[in-house]
């Protein structure tokens, strides 16, 4: 076989730069299944371990930002990356790291999802990363997905509305970060609701909600499927777009197992209902609202 067949077989590659998660629904382990179910190939740089399951955090121990810039190193030195993203930094030094990293200009695309808080309600990141967060990383991101407690502590206020969600899109997008997804699972609404932010564009991407308790690993599997698209050369809207179908699929294959006794994950190869994801059912809506100018 030629290099160039070769090369035509070859997967493209996403980097997550995230926490490892030992009950494998969220985190590094997540974000990998996803990454495969996207059809990329995954690679990865740990910045934390922790001791979790189903239900809580037991332990967490973040890794020297040395070896976590090593690891980088390592990786983007090697591989030809199309995308990146970051999960759980734990520390602002780790913090810190990425973005000196994302200001050289060494990520192509970098997908920032703001892990602060666990499902279960555990704090991931000190107040110090956070700060670092909104002066060093985002400004650099191409895209953040924040959910809703994630606003809050990186804005100061819970949006408990559409309306304050886009507000919030615009305040993130005023720090110099190219696109915003603000993610609406946490809103008491009826339905699963999105808002994804351009500086020119609000768009809302709405899915039926899905009543089940298996919600673990949502959000990292979400950005990672992001990511997943990006590095198979989507434009940022069809990555979010087709990703948002993605997890919707994922939780309503999900919900069907019990793993753990506390908040399961979701099945990211849709294995427990794979007749539901060969049907191609229309799983999400959308809606825009152009802006005048540019904010």
Known sequence: MSIAERRRKTPPVALTIAGSDSGAGAGIQADLKAFSANRVYGTTVITAITAQNTHEVRALAPVDPELVGAQITAVISDFAVRAVKTGMLATAAIVNVVAEFADKGAFEKLVVDPVLISSTGERLLDKEAETAYVEKLIPKATLITPNLFEVEALLGKLPTSIDEMVSAAREFKKMGVRYVLIKGGHLNDGDSTDIFYDGQTILKLSAARIMTDNTHGTGCTLSAAITANLAKGFDVSEAVKTAKVYITRTI??????????????????????QEEMNAGQQVLSESKTPEDTDT
């Open 252 to 273: 309503k294959a999900g919900s069907l197992w019990q793993l753990g006794l506390g908040h399961g994950p979701v099945d990211p190869f849709i294995w427990a209902s």
